[in-house]
């Protein structure tokens, strides 16, 4: 596999876990949520990955655009585009952040690579 696109990578498991022994040549990780992005690029960092995984502070979507993001601060890794789609009444969405949305073919020529795309984004498929 030439490429992983990591959409959602929170603080980098699985962009972590994917790149140490494997024949993955580089990684996207996209983390539209400051504090989780501030995680991932220090988890890259500390597992010496910083050749192969590129963080990106954007949220992939189907149009470039501002948006808002909602998130439960009591779990970071819980954050909603859109409040309706809160499906835990646990969820308490009290921290708003401004975020970039950006099209994948806009930013990146995938012509001619195997690529794996892991898409974990809170219901924003």
């Known amino acids: 596999m030439d490429t992983l696109v990591d959409v959602g990578a ?41 050749e192969k995984v590129t963080a990106i502070n954007k949220a992939l979507s189907d149009h470039n655009r501002e948006r808002k993001i909602h998130i439960d601060p009591e779990s970071t890794g819980v954050s909603r585009m859109d409040l309706e789609d809160a499906t835990r009444k646990s969820e308490t969405f009290t921290k708003e952040e401004a975020i970039t949305c950006v099209k994948l073919d806009d930013i990146y020529n995938f012509s001619e690579r195997k690529i794996f795309i892991k898409i974990d984004v809170e219901g924003h498929e």
């Open 10 to 50: 929170n603080i980098g498991v699985y962009s972590v876990l994917l790149n140490v022994n494997t024949t993955i040549r580089e990684t996207l990780a996209f983390e539209p949520v400051k504090c989780n992005y501030n995680q991932l690029c220090g988890n890259i960092f500390v597992n010496n990955l910083n």
